[in-house]
């Protein structure tokens, strides 16, 4: 495809951007795989949080033929994507203090447990409350976000802080402020955005790395299969079986 086309310039674009998170964020990759492996050895349980199109890349990760099994989406009703109408009232719910808490609270999450939080712009309030929330309950925290927002915007929490202020490990998108790829005579507003793209690439990359580090553990590391392949509802099943008290997807 030319790069002369919008298509063949949002391909190069992203591209360009998956290429520099594979070699400037090889060693935070490792670090969260790493964290993942150890805590499924220890038999802990791993979730993943998103708001917004943010939650596409947490849910990417759960209960998926290639995927790690015991990745469990931690939902938060009204954010998870454009499906609560209006669309916009998911945005107002990033904005509300107090959320995170209550959603912790009640979820299955617990100390030595392990939280992925996705945000790009990493400056609401659920994002941030939810990194600092999950930290004092002793869960690690992987944060995969824009560093570029903490520099080029105002953070919306009360501390004035992001959501990279307050992880453990942090996976630098390395996604523009803006979220648009592209800009055309004759379309007024920037286009294209990458960051599903990219942060799927990363949450993917971190699943893989972490099934490496198991099995250089001698762990057979619980990837599930897909359905549509003869054998793999029973292989899943198994599996389901096996680690049914660190799978919440199923209830």
């Known amino acids: 495809m030319s790069e002369s086309t919008l298509a063949g310039q949002f391909f190069g674009a992203a591209i360009g951007l998956l290429e520099r998170v594979r070699d400037e964020e090889a060693a935070n990759i490792a670090a969260a795989g790493k964290a993942i492996a150890d805590t499924v050895a220890a038999g802990g349980r791993v979730f993943a949080f998103g708001a917004g199109?943010?939650?596409?890349?947490?849910?990417?990760?759960?209960?998926?033929?290639?995927?790690?099994?015991?990745?469990?989406?931690?939902?938060?009703?009204g954010v998870m994507g454009v499906d609560v109408m209006p669309a916009t009232l998911g945005s107002a719910l990033e904005r509300v203090d107090g959320l995170a808490s209550a959603v912790l609270d009640s979820s299955p999450a617990t100390s030595g447990d392990v939280l992925v939080i996705i945000s790009l712009s990493g400056r609401n309030a659920l994002p941030v409350e939810m990194a600092l929330n999950a930290r004092a309950l002793g869960l690690t925290v992987i944060g995969v976000t824009s560093v570029a927002y903490a520099t080029e915007t105002k953070s919306r929490h009360v501390t004035g802080t992001y959501l990279k202020d307050h992880c453990d490990i942090v996976l630098d998108s390395k996604i523009a402020v803006g979220d648009a790829e592209l800009s055309a005579d004759g379309i007024e507003a920037p286009f294209a955005p990458a960051s599903t793209v990219v942060t799927s690439a990363l949450m993917q990359a971190m699943v893989a790395t972490a099934a490496g580090d198991l099995v250089t553990r001698g762990i057979e590391p619980p990837m599930l299969r897909s359905g549509n392949v003869d054998g793999g509802h029973e292989w899943n099943g198994r599996l389901m079986t096996e680690y049914g008290d660190r799978i919440f997807y199923r209830h």
């Open 53 to 77: 199109h943010s939650s596409l890349a947490a849910q990417d990760v759960v209960y998926r033929a290639g995927g790690l099994a015991l990745m469990n989406l931690l939902n938060v009703p």
